[in-house]
Structures are given as C-alpha cells and as structure tokens.
C-alpha cells in the first residue's frame, strides 16, 4: 500500500525505534540541526512522546518504542515518520506489533512515508509484512543533522523526489564521502574527506535488463533476522542475533520463498564491514531457503569508506555467476555516503548492460 507524497507545511514524525542516542544531552546539537534542515525543506518536525528519552529507557522499553510507532501513524496529521537512527535491537519491538490488533489495524489503514536504513531493515520488513510500502532512506541523525553547511547534496535530491510522484533514475553519485570520526558539536561545518568517484555502476552478472519490485536491506541484518552467525561474534552478539531470529520466525517476519518471486534483492553492508566471508554465509542461507533461484535481479550498496570494495567484487561476480540475472554494483544506498532512496514495493528496471536503474513505478498515491 503506497502513502501520499509530502507538501511543504507537512508534518513529519520523529521515532527511535533502535538506539535512543537523539535524546542523549550530547547529541544535542545534532537535534537541532536536524530540526532546522527539516524546517529548511518545508516540514514541521514532530517528536514522537518517547524518541528522546534517551539510550536506556528507549534500550529498556520496546513497547514504548511501539507506543511512538502507532501514535505516528495514527495522527493524521503526520505525512511521513523517520527514523532517528539505527542501532541493533529494533527486533524487540516485533511482539508489541503483531500481538496487538489494534496497533496492526493503524498501521495497515493509515500508509504514510517511513524511511530508514541500517538495524530498521527490521521495521520495513515488519511493515511490508503488514502491507505497506516503505522507503530504504535516509535517516535523522546520519542525513538531515549531516554536519556540513548543508545536506549532502546526493541526499538533499533524494529526498526532494519525496515531495514528486515522478518516475526517475538511480543515478551514481560523482563522490563518495568518508565516514566521520569526530561528532562533536565542533565539528558542524567541517566538510567530509570527499573522493571523486571513479568507478560508478559496476555490472556483476548478465548483461540484461530485468524488472521487479525492490526488497532488501542491510545484509547483516539480514543475517541476524535468518540466525547467521559467525565465529568472530562475542557471547552478547550471539544472542542478540538468535533472540532475534526466534522473534522473526515466530511471527514470519522474513517473506517465503514465494513472496521473493520476481523481486530486485537489494543489499548492502554495514558500518561494521562485515567480510565477504561473512556475506556469503547470509547469501548462503538465502540460497538454501531457494530465494537466489527467484529473484530476477541484485543490486549491492557501495561499501563504506570502500571497505572490501575489490574482495566483493570478486565475490559477489563468482557467488551470484549461475542465477543469470542483471547485477549491478557500488549502488548509493545503504551505509556509504551519500546515500539515496530506494522504494521498497515500487518497481524497478536494471538495465545491467547499460548501467542504468530506474524506477519504472509511481512512489506514491499522489
């Protein structure tokens, strides 16, 4: 189900469905930069009752976290909802969704804009679970309270394309950006290390155009929902990661091998780098639940800062050679800056030969 595009004078929701940090006194400034960038757009920032009480009550109460969730989309006023942040336990509030009609009624009849990107891969496959289409996107903190005098503008014409209903391309950014290591308040208007970018779509499989509706996230959320583990994993990850997967399998959280059909997998890998070791453990789980037989294209987020960047290329080409579908590589979505959009629902066309993505789908209702 697709909501409505936004208008200027909208009001936008702002949840912490993972970490709590927006609400910590040190992140301060980055509130209010946040603020004053959504302000900029021509939105009304909302604070949902709970997003900024900070990391332990928002770690300790995951009903709270739904509680904000259901006031978003119950206000009819509030157009969109963002995410605040990532984190690693979004998982937490899966029974507090799906145990309670009410909230899973709200949430059906009411579709709205809801972008995010990290640990709420978690949330959009929860939502899409409950029918609505969502938005792989930018995030509160990491993109709207971005440190430079401005949005990164890559980002900034993505999050426009919120305010159209407008088909379009997936088009490569001409840089890419290091991640930051300092953000203190200081920092607000130091520029990133910026790198031309001189690669730009990398074509992995078939060269041929395929379509399908997108669907994926973050591969190593991915991973914890379906249980991958890996040797390296201290005891706390190790459970993090099977509590979670008891929770996703409980409610059938992960779509069937049915539900893959015909879609564009998107992917993409973390700010903890994970090694394509790793990565091939998680696409080896997909691979046995039959969902790499089904889809009909793969598209792979740029890795941060280039981490492994040659190694999946190796990888990925040699892994994915025998499902003969359109691969495209070093995509901007995900955890590499800057990031864009990728509508989770909505058609799209890889044309792997040409080195071109489209959305070939209206975003919205509108």
């Known amino acids: 189900m697709k909501a409505n595009k936004l208008s200027v004078g909208d009001k936008v929701a702002i949840v912490s469905l993972s970490s709590g940090m927006l609400g910590e006194p040190w992140a301060k400034h980055e509130l209010e930069l946040g603020d004053k960038r959504l302000k900029e ?11 900024l009480k900070g990391i332990e009550f928002v770690k300790d109460n995951p009903q709270k976290r739904v509680e904000d969730l259901k006031s978003a989309f119950e206000n009819k006023d509030v157009k969109a909802i963002i995410c605040a942040i990532g984190g690693s336990d979004s998982y937490k509030i899966i029974p507090y969704i799906f145990e309670n009609n009410n909230v899973k009624q709200i949430i059906k009849n009411n579709p709205k804009i809801f972008t995010g990107y990290s640990d709420i891969t978690i949330v959009h496959f929860i939502l899409r679970k409950l029918g609505l289409n969502t938005f792989y996107g930018p995030a509160f903190i990491t993109d709207f309270a971005e440190f430079e005098l401005d949005m990164l503008p890559y980002t900034y014409n993505a999050v426009k394309k919120f305010f159209e209903n407008k088909l379009f391309d997936i088009e490569s950014s001409d840089i890419w950006y290091k991640e930051r290591v300092n953000f203190a308040k200081d920092q607000i208007g130091v520029k990133r290390i910026s790198n031309k970018e001189n690669h730009g779509y990398i ?54 091998k049915k539900e893959w059909e015909g879609k564009i997998l998107m992917i993409e890998t973390s700010d903890e780098k994970p090694s394509p070791n790793y990565v091939k453990k998680v696409l080896d789980k997909l691979k046995h639940k039959g969902i790499l037989k089904v889809i009909n294209g793969v598209l792979i987020g740029k890795p941060i800062d280039e981490i492994y960047f040659d190694e999946y290329i190796s990888f990925y080409k040699d892994y994915l050679k025998k499902y003969n579908v359109p691969i495209i590589y070093n995509v901007n979505f995900g ?9 989770i629902g909505v058609k799209c066309e890889v044309d792997a030969k040409n080195k071109k993505i489209k959305i070939i789908e209206k975003m919205f209702n509108n």
């Open 41 to 51: 757009l021509g939105l009304v920032p909302m604070y949902m009752k709970n997003a």
């Open 203 to 256: 074509s992995l499989g078939k060269d041929c155009k395929a379509q399908g509706e997108l669907l994926g996230g973050c591969i190593d959320v991915i991973g914890r929902m379906l249980g991958v583990v890996d040797d390296s994993f201290d005891n706390k990850l190790k459970s993090n990661i099977n509590e979670c997967h008891k929770l996703v399998d409980k409610y059938k959280i992960f779509p069937t």
């Open 335 to 343: 955890h590499s800056y800057p990031r864009g959009i990728m509508p």
